[in-house]
């Protein structure tokens, strides 16, 4: 064995989390030295609780951890399936009488605050290096090397090359200042172990990343540290709270980029059970299954060439028999007869974009695998379970009986409060029947109504996945729902809403940058449009809810209406009818700029410069040029109205302009001398009969953005053109039945037409 | 079998290959495969030059051993590429165009069979003539079907030397063309029904295989006949992923460009930076920010990028004598990017308008400030 053995029997494993040929040298190391202590990289704060974890559960499981204070909140998992090698340390350390400890700093500890994976790879700080070693020895990426160079190959001298490896790469980087405490303090715990276990072995598994550092730190015997270190204790007005969560191989598998570990658990459960070679005969039985049972074609002549790809492709990388990337490889050579839209998922260590190949959606799915897994019956509940029934107590909501609620009395908008995050955990118990809804106008009440469930204790305590509190709950309940949106604006709309009836006003950064980043790559402008209203509605007047001037919400609209105006000037369509909901995302954008202008410092020269661009465009729509136009007017931009109307006064566009034009400005338009209604009236006369027809559906619908009273304006302006004296209100009303007038008009067409061709009359009817 | 002599025709090549604008990679490269063949110990494949480990280290370089590298993108590719043409299906490699897949397929070939030149370029007007054989008229006529009359073309020499044959934009020649691989592919054997006896079946030598190009642009790869796919492999090669790789390569291809085209000031960097980005922007429709935007129809490949990155300093230096600027980049972007169509035009002004407006540092802000060059 040449593990490093410091003085005093101290034998230093480096591993990689969810390595099976590192929990293989982990089971074989601690046979080998029956250890008298065994330290594992985990939270020390869940050392008195070491039978709770090792109980009989089904593994995938996890420790939960959340941390809340007044300036950071925090949530983060460490993961253990049945072939992470802190696992097995724990369970074959147990068997050999070991004692066992977590040496490592609790996870709401401030020198973890950036993982919510404690279990996570530690590459990204030694990126070049791996980045060299992958060029040299001509793998993709860190995980074929690991493959290459650990999992597949003979178990002989694995701990030697483990050692160089994390030796080679620790070599390269500096440790930063959390990397730093985390050693010192896990050392702290060596050198009492060492001391206690007085020449007997003591076993240190923890990530290769930091066997370098321990091995040093504890070089040397200080004679000081005797007894165990203290655990930290969070704040005191912190709150902390760890419990065990059933986890799945798809949320382990669902990490990416920096908290990410080792890929594809199905895969690695099979080769910790039987061996790489049953491990990749398996993988192609579930690819080729799962591809079947979708009806995706597979032939046995396809697998058969998929196994001599793979077969080959093992022979020229070396290895003994065919590896994950080596059968993943070969599958896809052999079933896909495509182009594909994107860089194979486990070449790139990406995640999946929609429009993936069928075949590789199969595979990383087989790769990943659905196993879930199961805590024992006795393992204590999380607290969220007692802070729901606490919370409901306090707020005297009592599950049987409806609730109404006056939401400007403090006491009862709190109470709402509760019953919207509940609402938002899937915790059945109360449904609402009314109360202030999106882009409705303002309720003031609400009404709740008792709707019991049988399965209520379940999902309270799925729900507890989220958090121990309501509060944590629901809020990391929000930030998931806003992941997996994605650019779904719409419905990021609803849960802005509804993270301000839940009373989330500080909902975290994290949740904002999603956001805003979704807002990015919307392109539907519609959507943004709707998203862009109810941001702007919660960012001026919801002093109700709280979240009236909120950084959160103003950051929104700045990134939205940057983006709506990237996507006004994309759209092109020279003959499209008028569109009402891109018109009404632009006056949106209108109002933003003109009341969270000045307040947010929305570029108020650069949305001018596109409405300027797309008014003057030949090739945008006619409906958004006039609303472009409409857009620079109304930000105080007074264009020459008159002279753009006349250069789209066709028939078939006029009516979509004006649409766009009033939508955004019909005020600007009715105020002063109206020089614009002047020009249309002139353009309208001007109309033949049949060319006034196909303006007229158009021009009815832009003069429907008019309310009454500016109606009669119109009417009164379009009056004294012509010099009549009735009142105005009088030209807004048809007293005869509308169909009437149309068939009495069709008849004196017909006569019309019947003179003029018997050559009797040649007038016009004026 | 036919009178084809397999040495005959392979082995001979003309002296003006030496003194040509391009010679092929086997040329090009010659030291390099020779060395690799000197010192190569794996076994290699019936009738292969180089083992498939030796064949790697040609296209993906190895340092100690002073092979340079050859191309840019996943190790895995070109594994799979190897192992492809060691079994009994052939290679078809696609993806947009301007992704090094013809450069890749030269490389394959020169590595597998020490000649790259075996080549179909498809196109609309390509027979079967041009593929399998055709006939020297003349002693057709004066002595009927004969060896002697006979004229190969690449696909029947390739197959009677035992070497890779190339076949570029295969997806342009028309359907019934593409399938008379099908069974030099499948059964290996290439009957030639004018020539009585053993002459009228060629036989496939080991060695033999096809590398097939198609890109996504033009007639895609979905109309091929199922018969025919199943018969390749299919390798899609992707635009390189990376940004600082991407500018390396530009950067070096440039100025080897403007070297050759006698322009002593080397491409200013920080431009380079703005023009590679400004590619990758819209060749993938999302912006570094992560803002989604519409791609440019026309291709936006890295070769272009360096052509364009050549334009620009061509400019700069024979108008001005100093290397290209921020105007002169815009004003190639046009000629480059957007061609003739008005739309990618109007998408490349919307870019210059919106989205170069928000980086910061002191090309973006030229780039934009010379924005009004676009025509149009």
């Known amino acids: 064995m040449s593990t490093v053995e410091a003085p005093g029997g101290v034998t230093f494993l480096g591993v990689r989390h969810h390595s099976p040929a590192c929990a293989r040298l982990v089971a074989a190391t601690v046979a080998r030295l029956r250890p008298a202590y065994v330290l594992v990289e985990g939270p020390a704060d869940l050392n008195g609780r070491m039978d709770e974890l090792l109980g009989d559960h089904e593994l995938p499981i996890a420790v939960f951890t959340a941390h809340r204070d007044g300036t950071r909140r925090h949530a983060s998992w460490s993961p253990f399936c049945a072939y992470s090698p802190e696992w097995v340390a724990l369970t074959a350390g147990r068997q050999v009488g070991a004692q066992l400890r977590f040496i490592d700093l609790p996870a709401w500890h401030p020198a973890l605050s950036g993982r919510a994976n404690r279990y996570a790879d530690a590459d990204q700080r030694y990126a070049e290096a791996v980045r060299r070693l992958c060029a040299t020895l001509a793998v993709d990426n860190v995980d074929a090397l690991w493959d290459h160079l650990f999992e597949i190959g003979p178990d002989d001298g694995l701990a030697e090359r483990l050692d160089t490896y994390f030796d080679v790469l620790r070599g390269e980087s500096a440790a930063g200042e959390d990397d730093t405490a985390r050693e010192a303090y896990m050392a702290r715990w060596v050198r009492a172990a060492r001391r206690r276990a007085a020449g007997r072995p003591v076993l240190v598994v923890t990530g290769g990343f930091h066997r370098p550092a321990l091995v040093r730190l504890t070089a040397g015997d200080d004679g000081a540290d005797d007894d165990w270190p203290e655990v930290p204790a969070p704040a005191p007005d912190a709150v902390a709270g760890s419990y065990l969560v059933p986890y799945s191989f798809r949320r382990l598998d669902a990490f990416v980029g920096y908290q990410s570990g080792m890929p594809s658990p199905a895969y690695y459960q099979r080769v910790w059970e039987d061996g790489p070679r049953r491990a990749a005969e398996a993988l192609t039985e579930a690819v080729a299954a799962r591809l079947r049972t979708r009806r995706q074609h597979v032939s046995t002549a396809d697998l058969i060439a998929a196994r001599s790809m793979a077969g080959g492709l093992a022979r020229l990388r070396g290895h003994a028999h065919p590896g994950r990337v080596d059968v993943l490889d070969g599958l896809v050579s052999a079933l896909v007869t495509d182009a594909l839209d994107q860089p194979l998922p486990w070449a790139t260590r990406g995640t999946l974009a929609p429009g993936a190949h069928p075949v590789v959606v199969e595979m990383v799915a087989a790769l990943s695998g659905d196993r879930v897994g199961r805590l024992h019956p006795d393992t204590p509940l999380p607290p969220l379970v007692h802070d729901v029934d606490a919370e409901l107590a306090r707020h005297r909501i009592d599950p049987h009986e409806a609730v109404e609620l006056d939401l400007t009395v403090a006491g009862d908008l709190t109470r709402s409060r509760l019953l919207h995050r509940l609402r938002l955990l899937d915790v059945p118990g109360h449904v609402r029947e009314r109360g202030p809804r999106v882009g409705a106008d303002a309720l003031l009440t609400e009404r709740w109504s008792p709707a019991p469930s049988a399965d209520r204790l379940a999902r309270v305590i799925e729900a507890g996945g989220y958090g121990p509190t309501v509060l944590d709950a629901v809020t990391a309940r929000i930030e998931e729902r806003v992941t997996l949106l994605g650019a779904d604006v719409d419905a990021l709309a609803t849960t802005l809403f509804d993270t301000a009836l839940a009373g989330l006003p500080e909902h975290s950064t994290r949740t904002l940058t999603a956001i805003a980043r979704a807002t990015g790559s919307v392109t539907d402008l519609r959507a943004l449009g709707r998203a862009l209203a109810v941001a702007l509605a919660l960012w001026r007047h919801d002093r109700l809810l709280g979240s009236a001037g909120t950084a959160p919400l103003g950051a929104l609209i700045t990134a939205a209406v940057r983006r709506a105006l990237w996507l006004v000037e994309g759209v092109r369509a020279t003959a499209a009818p008028a569109d009402p909901g891109r018109l009404t995302a632009l006056v949106a954008v209108r109002d933003a700029v003109r009341h969270a202008g000045p307040a947010l410092g929305l570029d108020r020269d650069g949305a001018l410069a596109v409405a300027g661009r797309v008014a003057a465009d030949p090739a945008a729509p006619p409906d958004l040029?006039?609303?472009?136009?409409?857009?620079?007017?109304?930000?105080?931009?007074?264009?020459?109205?008159?002279?753009?109307?006349?250069?789209?006064?066709?028939?078939?566009?006029?009516?979509?302009?004006?649409?766009?034009?009033?939508?955004?400005?019909?005020?600007?338009?009715?105020?002063?001398?109206?020089?614009?209604?002047?020009?249309?009236?002139?353009?309208?006369?001007?109309?033949g009969a049949y060319d006034f027809l196909v303006a007229l559906p158009a021009l009815r619908q832009a003069f429907g953005w008019f309310p009454p009273r500016e109606r009669a304006e119109v009417a009164r302006h379009v009056q004294a053109l012509h010099g009549g004296d009735a009142p105005p209100s009088d030209l807004l009303r048809l007293d005869a039945d509308p169909l009437l007038v149309a068939a009495a008009r069709a008849v004196e067409e017909r006569v019309d037409a019947v003179l003029t061709r018997e050559g009797l009359w040649e007038g016009d009817r004026t | 079998m036919t009178a084809l002599d397999p040495t005959a025709e392979g082995a001979r090549r003309p002296p003006a290959v030496e003194r040509a604008q391009r010679p092929p990679a086997e040329v090009r490269y010659a030291d390099e495969l020779a060395a690799l063949a000197a010192n190569d110990s794996d076994p290699r494949p019936p009738g292969w030059r180089l083992s498939l480990r030796a064949a790697r280290r040609f296209i993906l370089g190895d340092q100690a051993a002073g092979i340079r590298r050859k191309f840019v993108g996943d190790p895995s590719l070109i594994d799979r590429a190897l192992v492809a043409l060691a079994t009994s299906r052939g290679l078809m490699l696609v993806g947009e165009p301007g992704t090094?897949?013809?450069?890749?397929?030269?490389?394959?070939?020169?590595?597998?069979?020490?000649?790259?030149?075996?080549?179909?370029?498809?196109?609309?007007?390509?027979?079967?003539?041009?593929?399998?054989?055709?006939?020297?008229?003349?002693?057709?006529?004066?002595?009927?079907?004969?060896p002697r009359a006979l004229v190969p073309a690449p696909l029947l020499r390739g197959m009677a030397e035992g070497r890779v044959v190339r076949f570029e934009e295969i997806t342009r020649c028309p359907l019934e063309v593409q399938d008379c691989l099908l069974s030099p592919l499948s059964d290996r054997v290439l009957a030639i029904s004018e020539l009585p006896g053993a002459d009228a079946m060629v036989f496939a030598r080991e060695g033999f295989n096809v590398i097939a190009t198609a890109n996504t642009r033009d007639r895609g790869v979905n109309e091929m006949s199922a018969a025919l796919k199943r018969r390749f492999n299919f390798e899609t090669v992707f635009p390189i992923p990376d940004l600082g790789t991407e500018l390396e390569l530009v950067e070096a291809e440039a100025g080897e460009l403007l070297r050759r085209s006698g322009v002593a000031a080397p491409p200013r960097r920080d431009l380079l930076e703005v023009l590679v980005t400004t590619f990758r922007e819209l060749r993938t429709g999302i912006t570094e920010r992560g803002d989604a935007m519409e791609r440019l129809s026309a291709v936006m490949s890295t070769a272009e990028a360096v052509s364009v990155a050549h334009a620009v300093g061509l400019r700069g230096w024979f108008l001005r004598g100093e290397p290209g600027d921020a105007a002169d980049l815009v004003a190639c972007l046009a000629g480059t990017a957007a061609k003739d169509d008005a739309e990618d035009l109007a998408r490349l002004r919307r870019y210059l308008e919106q989205q170069v407006s928000r980086r910061s540092g002191a090309q973006w802000r030229a780039v934009h400030d010379a924005r009004h060059l676009l025509p149009g």
């Open chain 1, 625 to 687: 040029r006039g609303a472009a136009l409409g857009l620079a007017w109304s930000l105080g931009d007074v264009p020459d109205a008159a002279r753009a109307v006349r250069a789209v006064a066709a028939p078939d566009t006029l009516g979509d302009w004006l649409s766009g034009l009033f939508a955004l400005a019909r005020e600007e338009v009715v105020s002063g001398d109206a020089a614009l209604l002047t020009v249309v009236d002139e353009l309208l006369a001007a109309m």
């Open chain 2, 100 to 146: 090094a897949k013809s450069l890749l397929s030269e490389l394959l070939a020169a590595a597998v069979s020490g000649d790259s030149t075996l080549t179909i370029q498809g196109g609309a007007a390509t027979t079967e003539d041009q593929i399998r054989y055709s006939w020297n008229y003349a002693l057709l006529v004066a002595d009927g079907p004969s």
